[in-house]
């Protein structure tokens, strides 16, 4: 009996302290300066520049996904190591050729 009730005493205690530090914070940030509006403060940025910075961005995701998606294709295709598949392909486009010339090019060598 004695001893429920020195435990319901303490865990009122410790709910009492919590509240206490749960309203000092309180206080404190009410007591913070206003801020001035977002809108004022935020630099003005031309959405002209932004979508054509973002389609630039697309674009060449775009390209290096296509490269991988072919590089992948001739992987499995000729069954060689997709770093070697790589490595042709590049050579193959940086010399003007079709890559699926310089992977014949390749194989007959």
Do not use: C, W
């Amino acid at each position: 009996m004695i001893q429920r009730v020195l435990v319901r005493g303490a865990a009122l205690g410790v709910a009492a302290l919590a509240l206490t530090g749960l309203g000092a914070i309180a206080t404190m940030l009410s007591d913070a300066p206003e801020r001035a509006d977002a809108n004022a403060a935020a630099p003005t940025v031309d959405s002209t520049s932004v979508l054509a910075t973002m389609e630039g961005e697309l674009a060449a995701t775009r390209g290096e996904l296509d490269r991988a998606h072919r590089i992948l294709e001739f992987s499995g295709r000729y069954r060689i190591p997709a770093d070697l598949a790589a490595r042709i392909y590049d050579h193959a486009t940086e010399a003007g050729l079709p890559a699926a010339l310089g992977f014949q090019l390749v194989k007959i060598e």
